[in-house]
Structure formats: structure tokens, C-alpha cells
């Protein structure tokens, strides 16, 4: 029932943000905020359960909390949600994202803030769905309800070229989804024709034996989807302009949370489904993979735009997540968890930081900005603090992701991995580059001049004097004080985070390991002395 | 060939729904030419419609009933005249504050749309090629007065002339190939009665004549381009879904889809409909057009789903049948809506309101019109939450189970095309405006609470079949269930 809450929680307090709108403009930030701020406790207070259960968990089996209610019977389809360690996690990171959203949203956003804040608190919703659904028929149904608001919150509050990154955004994703869909109505009929039952349940679906074609072919419809959400290389070109064009609050989400539902289904679905087909995938999957890390990097590296490069170094760490996910061994696993925890919080930051540039500068073009640490030295070590993140300092939890993942993905593509590991090259160029641009150098007072020609909303332009030069306020060093505290904590103490995920990733990997397959084999015969702590067989 | 009996008392209570909208028809013309009030004509439409609704339920005890060796009275004829039913009291709703807003002659609609009903009736009880004509001429007749019914207009009566000749003149190439493919058939085989013909067995000849069959039919599927929104909706609505009806009942009952021929043609007409329809809605900027041409493409779409009939007699299971009663249902539903909204922004004064640059920034004049418009939208492009994707959903069901694969396909990408032209329309609906503009479009003075109600009850029918189906699943397994033991009979 909890996992209920959570969801209804959102749907209703993102419908009377909108309703209260016509009466008080203040209030839907507050009812934004209260209703995450709910969903937080509600989560922490599963918290102790988790730690004293820990030990029984990894026992008894990886599901902490299951609701289930018959929905269309005529398919077999159920309201079934359920949480395990995986689940658990990214449910973190989307609520703690959906604050910190709702706060760079704060004061950005005056322009209809009800209608605002009802499509972003629909989004998260509808992630939060993602993250718990068991049926794939539910799960669908939150993959496509989470789009429109999203679509929304491009399409209304963004910048110049808002309509089209919104709709490109949406064709993306729906076109791919469509993909999905006829891939699991498909193992839904297969697996009815093996057992006479007709059913979107996850733990059934499981059961089905695919013949390796089949096999191949539906889980080439879930890869599909999931690749062009995360997004991997040939499939990317709508986040740039999509996280270009958002605004702040929407590029965070967009960042942090959406492309992580990718990862989650690639682990979850395509990982848990099709163990046997993705082995057989995994080296084009790898490939790609590579591919997104130096494309992403290298694109990254060619920018102007602060949003666009900060956009396309997420394309870079995707891959790593691609690569990790992949190489079906447990250390490569922790790495992609990490590093999907680890890229949710410094890209959101990144992006905040852009947004609160834009909100400042009125451009996003690097070249036109210089000595801007002169005015905003706070802004300007927060900065430096998350591109050293981004770029996978030892000590923060970028790095232990992907080290995790380079080290994981070394044992089953050597090669491959060799050359992903050139992206921890390139990553530093790109991240303090930024510093240069935006921080060194002599000050331009020119910048806030152009504003015209880029069009902000009316709105913002009437407040051009007096935030030009000023330095983060109270309410932007508390949110950027929190996301440095988790990550400093991930880099520090990445084992106890791990260990919440650790049964669920395990049950992931036994199914692999289950499957026939020399992929596998080879593998394991290889043992790894220095992350065997976080390895429980 | 059988005796026809004398009608019995359960005949006549089957048939009530016929009669009532005859009777109906008739009540209403003579209202209409004794009495010239356009508020009481629209009223006894209205009244026709709840009684012919009512009447259903009565009927719906004695099914399945051949009524006459015409007419077959079963659970897809039902439902059939149910969903029109109530898209024709929809239509009803729109059409008097339509009317009102101006100076046209008002009270014939009523009586012309009553006929286009009981032709679309008569078309989805058709167990008969006799009741198969009958039908859709009394279905043409109609929609040909009301294509051309705006002809005294100073603005569009060139225009709305023109599309009664052209519909005139396509119905008439159509009929006269039904007549002859009906002519061939009974050559080959002898028999009116759906279920009295038989594809002889591999000889390429009477594939060609079926052809024919099919010629005729697809001429009158092909969407055509109205200029008045009421009657656009029910165009798209009723003769559509009626001829499909028959089509659906006609190839199950025949087993024509066997032929390889024809199943390769139908495959090609799917496909291309997906596609060209889908790109010529793309280029339009006028939304009565765009949704003219994008009702092509969701004929494509259905006929997936009719082309799996062949796999699902195969598995014995009525899933394309449902697939097909549930997608029409949401499609009926749907382009009502999408018509419905058309027509009353039209409402507000002369002026047709049917160009996307009108509906700029709706959203935030008419936070509800414009929301509500948006579920028709995102439904039509079957997104969740709406009806349209629980019938795309049944689409790749039924798809999936037949294995037409290079079709879902093609459902696929014009999926995607369409997407493109539906939120190019949302985008418009939610572009900001400049304040100071909010309220364009100030009301005539008309009364459109009818309207407003009808618009409401679509976009609520379609939310509460998008989040909830089962009920409506239930009615379509119903109507699976008796046409697949006549197919199954039929095959033996």
C-alpha cells in the first residue's frame, strides 16, 4: 500500500497545484514541496526495516514490499507493484531529485507555476511507477503517462526552440515504446502458448522458455526502448536538444531521473527476461556503449552551449551504465547502480548550475561569459565541485562507479573496455574546460546586453538588474550543499548503498549465471581479490 | 433457400431498435415540416436517439435472432447500433448550438441524421446482400443531402456543393461495383445470404469477383472531406464504422480471407493507408482536414486488425474480432470528440474555427475545451490513460497473435508520423500568449451548455475506457463470442 501512496500522493497534489493556482500563486511550490517532502519520509521510514532485515533479505528473497489488485482481467493484467533493493534506490533518487527540482524551480518558474508543478509532480509519478511496476502491462502504462507531462514542461517553460525538442523528444521515446510494446505482447503470447495462461506478470514471464531467435528478437524490442531513453549512441540525438531546451527544473529531471529509467529497464526487463539473448547481444551492446563514452565526450568537448555540453557528457557516462550492464558480472553491476545514483546527482547539479547561470547571464553560450568568479565565487567552487565529480575524481561517487564498471567490464571484454576507459581521458578536458570558460578569464559585463536576442520569457527579463551579479542565495547553497554531502557520501562509503541493492542485483545475476552460456563461464573462473567485499555469492 | 415466415412478436422485439429510429425518422421530418422550431425538432432527435437506446436493451434479451432472412440481430449488430447510437446523440448536442450560431436552414439536419442512422443500422444487422443495399443506399442518400447541405451559404456554398457531387458521384461508382461483384458472387455460387456463400475451394476466378466485392466497399471506406464539422463527424463516424461492420460480418461468414489474393490486396490497402494517410494529414493546417485524412490512416490501423481474423480463426479464439469492436468503439468515441470540439469553438459565432493558428494558446482562454481536446488528440494517437490505447493495445494483440509482423511495423512508423501532426495541434492548444489576448473569442450569446455536455461525456467515456476497460472488453468478448461459433459452423 505504501508504494500506492507514494504514486497517488504525486497525482493528487500535482492536480490541486493546478486547482489552487487560480487562487494563490505562491501555493503550488509549497504543495509541490510538502508532497515530495511526504514521499521522502514515507521512504526513509523503511529505511530501518532495511538495515536490521538485511541479513534475512538476501534469504528470503530480494522483495521487500509487494501490492497487487486485479485490474483487466480479460489480459491478465494487474495493478502489481513491488520493491526491492534496485527499485528502492532509484525511488531515492527520484524524490531527492524531484526536491531539488521543485527548489531550482523556485523562483524560474512564474509563468502558470500550478500547471508547472502539476506536470512535474505527474512526471515523477510516473516514475515512480516505473520504478516499482512488476506488470508489464503497468509498466508500459507509466513509461507512456510520464512522456506527457514531460512533453509539457518542454513545450511550455522552455527555451527558443522549445516545440521542437519537445516533440522530438516525445517521437523518440513514443516510436521506441511502440517497439516495446509489441515485443512484450509478443512474450506475453508466447508465454501463453506454453502454459494457457494469459498473463503480464512479471514473475510468470520469467518462466518462459524463448527459442534463441524469438528470444533475440523481443528482447531487441525492449532494448530498443530502453537504449533510446538512457540514451546509447545511435539513438541519442534527442537529449541534447530535449535537455538543451528544458528548463532548469525539467533539465533535471530529464537528466537525473528519466534517463535512468533506460538503465533500470535495461537491468530489470532486458537483463532479467532475456538472459540468454542479451549474452548473445552483449557485444554490440558493449560496443555501443564505448561508442556513446567517446562520442559523448568528444561532442561534449565541441560545445558552446553550457546545457548542450553538459548534456552530451551524459551520453558519455550512459555508456559506461550500457557497458556495465552488459558485462553480467557483480562488480560491473555496482558500478552501473553507482554510477546511475552518482550521474542523477552531479548532472542535476550541473544542470542547476546552468540554469542558475541562464538565470543570471541570460545566455548559455560559454563564449560570451569570463571572470565570472570575480562576482560569484560561491557558484564558481560548487561548479568546480561537480565537474571534478563529473569527471571522476577518486573520493566522489562518480569514480567509483565507473571504476566499478571499468573494472567489472574487464573481465568479460577486455578490449572494449580498454578503450571506454580513454572516455576518463577526455572527461577531464570537457569538465574543466567549463571552469575556464565560465570562471577564468576577464569579466564581460556584454553578456546581459544580448538577452534580447535570446528571447527569455518576459517575465525573467524585467528581473535582469538585479540578479546579474549576484551570488547564490540561501535557498541554491542549501540544495547544492545536499547533493555535494550524498555524493561525497557515495564516494566515501559507497557499501552501504550498494549492500540495499546487493540482493536484487545478485537475484539479476543468478538468472544469468542460470542460463547456459560460455559467455558467462569464462567469467567467473576469474576471481577479483579487490572488490570481493561487495561480492555476496 | 428457406420459407420466410410470418413475422413473430420476438421478430418485432428484436427489430425495436429499427423501427423505433424509422418511426423516429418520420416523427421528426413531419415535426420538422409542420412545425418549424428548431429547439423542439433537435428535442424529439434526442428523444428518438434514448428511445432507440432503450429499446436496445429489450432487444438484447432475444439475440442471437434472424430476423427475416435479411437481417441477423446479434451482439456486434448491437453494439454496433449502440456505439452510433450514441455517437448520434453526441452529434445531436453539437449540432443545435451549431445550427443556432446560424442562419441556415436548421431543422432538416435532424431528419437527414436520424436516416444516416437507420441506413448505418440496417448495414450492421446485414446478413443479406439484398439488406446489405438497402442499407447503404439509405446510408448515402443521407450523407449526400448532408454533405452538400450548406449549399444556400454565401461563404461555403460553392465548396459544400462540390462535396456533395464528389461524394455523389464516388457512392455511385461504389454502388454500381458492389452491385456487379454481388452479381459475380451470385454467378459462382447462387446465394444472397452471407452465410450461404462459399469460396469454391483454389480456383483463381471468383478471387477476382470477391475483389470486386472488396473494390466496391474500399470506395466507400474512402474517407472523404466535409466542409460542415457536424456532418464531417458523422461521416467519419457512422458510414465508416457501418460498412466496416458489414465487412467484418460478410468475411467471416464468407471465409473469403482464405484467398491469398485477397488477403495480399487488403494487406497492401492497410499498409498504404497507414502511410499516405498519415502523410497527407501530415500537411494540413486545416484540423477538419487533418482529422479527415488521419481517419484514413486509422482505417489502416483497424483493417491490422481485421486481417487478423485470419490467425484467429486459426487459434480459435476471437481476439481480432474483439480487437476489431474495440477499436471502432474508441474510434467512434474519439473522432466524435475530436468533431465535437471543432464544432462548438464554431459555435461561438459564424465562423468556422478550424484552422490550427485558432486554436493558439486555447489552453489558457479555455483551460477545459482545450484539455479536453487534448485526450480526443492523444487518444486518436492512442497514448495512455485514453481509449485509443487500450484499441492500439488490442491492435498489437491481435496483430501479434496473426504474426503480421511487416504490418505492426507499418502501424509502428505511421504511429510515429502521426504523433508528429497530433502534437503539433497540442503544441498549439498550449502556446503561450501574450497577456492582454486571453479572451479572443468572446461567446455569440448562444446557448452551448449542449455542447459543453457532450464534449464532457466523450472525453469522460474516453478516460473511464482508457483507465478502466474491462466492462467494455466484456461487451467485445460478447460479440466475439457468437460471431466465432457462426464462423466456426461456417467452416464446416
Known amino acids: ?537 | 433457400m428457406n420459407p420466410v415466415p410470418f413475422i413473430s412478436s420476438t421478430d418485432l422485439i428484436t427489430l425495436l431498435p429499427l423501427i423505433s429510429l424509422a418511426t423516429g425518422t418520420v416523427v421528426v421530418m413531419l415535426i420538422a415540416a409542420f412545425a418549424r422550431r428548431h429547439g423542439t425538432v433537435a428535442q424529439f432527435t434526442g428523444i428518438v436517439l434514448i428511445i432507440t437506446l432503450c429499446s436496445l436493451a429489450y432487444a438484447g434479451k432475444e439475440i442471437p435472432r434472424t430476423v427475416t432472412p435479411l437481417l441477423q440481430i446479434d451482439a456486434l449488430a448491437l453494439f454496433t447500433i449502440a456505439l452510433l447510437t450514441l455517437a448520434s446523440l453526441a452529434i445531436t448536442l453539437i449540432a443545435y448550438p451549431y445550427f443556432q450560431a446560424r442562419t441556415l436552414h436548421r431543422e432538416e439536419f435532424y431528419p437527414l441524421l436520424l436516416l444516416a442512422l437507420l441506413g448505418a443500422a440496417a448495414l450492421a444487422s446485414a446478413n443479406h446482400f439484398a439488406a446489405l443495399l438497402l442499407g447503404l443506399e439509405t446510408l448515402g442518400v443521407a450523407l449526400f443531402c448532408l454533405a452538400s447541405y450548406n449549399t444556400r451559404s454565401q461563404s461555403a456554398g460553392a465548396k459544400s456543393l462540390e462535396a456533395g457531387i464528389k461524394y455523389l458521384v464516388l457512392s455511385g461508382i461504389a454502388s454500381a461495383l458492389l452491385l456487379f461483384g454481388m452479381a459475380l458472387i451470385y454467378a459462382q455460387c447462387g446465394q444472397l445470404a452471407f452465410d450461404a456463400i462459399t469460396l469454391p475451394p483454389a480456383v483463381s476466378a471468383p478471387a477476382v469477383d470477391i475483389v470486386l466485392f472488396y473494390g466496391g466497399s474500399a470506395l466507400m471506406l474512402a474517407g472523404l472531406c466535409f466542409k460542415l464539422s457536424p456532418v464531417s463527424a458523422v461521416i467519419a463516424s457512422l458510414s465508416k464504422s457501418a460498412v466496416f461492420v458489414v465487412l467484418l460480418r460478410y468475411v467471416i461468414a464468407s471465409d473469403s480471407l482464405q484467398s491469398p489474393q485477397l488477403f495480399g490486396l487488403l494487406v497492401i490497402i492497410a499498409g498504404l493507408s497507414m502511410l499516405v494517410g498519415n502523410w497527407l494529414a501530415l500537411m494540413q493546417d486545416n484540423i477538419k482536414r487533418l482529422l479527415a485524412y488521419s481517419s484514413i490512416a486509422h482505417l489502416g490501423y483497424l483493417l491490422v486488425a481485421f486481417l487478423a481474423l485470419q490467425g484467429s480463426l486459426e487459434h480459435n479464439s476471437g481476439l481480432a474480432v474483439e480487437a476489431c469492436s474495440i477499436y471502432l468503439a474508441a474510434y467512434v468515441i474519439t473522432t466524435t470528440g475530436a468533431f465535437a470540439i471543432v464544432s462548438l469553438q464554431s459555435s461561438r459565432s459564424e465562423q468556422e474555427v478550424e484552422h490550427i493558428r485558432d486554436y493558439n494558446g486555447l489552453f489558457w482562454r479555455r483551460p477545459l475545451t482545450a484539455l479536453a481536446f487534448t485526450f480526443m488528440l492523444l487518444s486518436l494517437a492512442g497514448i495512455p490513460l485514453t481509449a485509443g490505447f487500450i484499441g492500439k493495445f488490442y491492435l498489437f494483440s491481435a496483430g501479434t497473435q496473426a504474426g503480421l509482423w511487416s504490418l505492426l511495423a507499418i502501424l509502428i512508423a505511421g504511429s510515429g508520423i502521426g504523433l508528429f501532426y497530433y502534437l503539433r495541434l497540442i503544441t498549439a492548444l498550449y502556446k503561450k500568449v501574450a497577456p492582454g489576448s486571453e479572451n479572443l473569442d468572446a461567446d455569440s450569446g448562444t446557448t452551448l451548455s449542449p455542447a459543453y455536455i457532450a464534449v464532457a461525456v466523450l472525453a469522460l467515456v474516453l478516460l473511464l475506457v482508457g483507465v478502466y476497460p474491462q466492462p467494455l472488453m466484456e461487451q467485445a468478448q460478447r460479440v466475439a463470442e457468437t460471431l466465432q461459433i457462426k464462423g466456426h459452423m461456417a467452416s464446416k
Open chain 1, 1 to 537: 500500500m505504501l508504494l500506492v501512496n507514494l504514486i497517488a500522493i504525486l497525482f493528487i497534489a500535482g492536480t490541486l497545484c493546478w486547482w489552487i493556482e487560480s487562487y494563490n500563486a505562491q501555493a503550488p511550490r509549497w504543495i509541490a514541496l510538502a508532497a515530495l517532502v511526504i514521499d521522502l519520509c514515507l521512504l526513509a521510514g523503511l529505511i530501518p526495516t532495511l538495515i536490521t532485515d538485511s541479513e534475512s533479505a538476501v534469504a528470503a528473497g530480494t522483495w521487500m514490499l509487494q501490492w497487487q489488485a486485479p485490474w483487466i482481467p480479460r489480459f491478465g493484467i494487474s495493478f502489481f507493484l513491488a520493491l526491492d533493493g534496485l527499485s528502492l534506490l532509484m525511488l531515492s533518487l527520484t524524490i531527492f531529485l524531484g526536491l531539488i527540482a521543485v527548489a531550482t524551480a523556485w523562483k524560474e518558474i512564474t509563468y502558470r507555476p500550478g500547471f508547472f508543478y502539476f506536470n512535474l509532480l505527474w512526471t515523477l509519478a510516473g516514475v515512480i511507477g516505473i520504478f516499482t511496476a512488476l506488470d508489464l502491462f503497468l509498466f508500459f502504462f507509466f513509461w507512456e503517462i510520464m512522456l506527457i507531462p514531460m512533453y509539457f514542461i518542454i513545450a511550455i517553460w522552455g527555451h527558443e526552440r522549445r516545440t521542437y525538442a519537445a516533440i522530438k523528444f516525445f517521437i523518440f521515446t513514443q516510436v521506441s515504446g511502440l517497439f516495446m510494446l509489441l515485443a512484450m505482447v509478443a512474450l506475453v503470447f508466447v508465454h501463453y502458448r506454453q502454459s494457457g495462461n494469459l498473463t503480464f506478470n512479471y514473475f510468470d514471464l520469467l518462466q518462459t522458455t524463448l527459442s534463441p531467435e524469438l528470444g533475440y528478437w523481443i528482447m531487441l524490442g525492449f532494448f530498443i526502448a530502453f537504449v533510446v531513453k538512457l540514451p546509447s549512441f545511435p539513438f541519442h540525438t534527442w537529449l541534447p536538444d530535449a535537455h538543451t531546451q528544458a528548463p532548469t527544473a525539467g533539465s533535471v529531471i530529464l537528466a537525473g531521473v528519466l534517463l535512468k529509467t533506460g538503465a533500470y529497464g535495461l537491468l530489470r526487463f532486458v537483463i532479467g527476461l532475456f538472459p540468454q539473448a542479451a549474452q548473445e547481444f552483449a557485444p554490440v551492446a558493449m560496443t555501443l556503449g564505448v561508442i556513446s563514452v567517446l562520442y559523448g565526450a568528444s561532442m561534449a568537448f565541441a560545445q558552446q552551449d553550457v546545457k548542450r555540453l553538459v548534456a552530451y557528457s551524459s551520453i558519455s557516462h550512459m555508456g559506461f551504465i550500457t557497458l556495465g550492464v552488459f558485462a553480467f558480472n557483480a562488480q560491473a553491476y555496482q558500478g552501473a547502480l553507482m554510477t546511475m545514483l552518482a550521474h542523477g546527482l552531479s548532472s542535476a547539479a550541473l544542470f542547476a548550475i546552468a540554469g542558475g547561470l541562464q538565470y543570471r547571464l541570460h545566455t548559455r553560450n560559454m563564449n560570451r561569459m569570463g571572470g565570472f568568479w570575480l562576482t560569484t565565487p560561491r557558484l564558481g567552487a560548487i561548479t568546480l565541485f561537480f565537474c571534478l565529480a563529473a569527471l571522476g575524481l577518486p573520493g566522489l561517487a562518480n569514480f567509483i562507479g565507473e571504476f566499478l564498471v571499468l573494472l567489472g567490464s574487464f573481465q568479460s571484454h577486455a578490449t572494449l573496455t580498454v578503450i571506454a576507459a580513454l572516455g576518463m581521458i577526455a572527461a577531464p578536458v570537457y569538465a574543466l574546460m567549463v571552469i575556464q570558460k565560465i570562471y577564468h578569464g576577464t569579466y564581460t559585463s556584454e553578456t546581459t546586453s544580448d538577452s534580447t536576442s535570446e528571447s527569455p520569457p518576459k517575465s525573467v527579463t524585467e528581473e535582469i538588474p538585479d540578479t546579474a551579479n549576484s551570488d547564490t542565495d540561501g535557498r541554491e547553497l542549501g540544495y547544492f550543499s545536499a547533493l555535494i554531502v550524498i555524493t561525497v557520501y557515495l564516494g566515501f562509503f559507497p557499501q552501504a548503498t550498494l549492500q540495499i541493492a546487493q540482493p536484487a542485483l545478485n537475484n539479476l545475476l543468478n538468472t544469468a549465471r542460470s542460463t547456459p552460456s560460455s559467455v558467462v563461464a569464462r567469467i567467473n573462473k576469474q576471481p577479483c581479490n579487490c572488490t570481493i567485499r561487495y561480492q555476496q555469492p
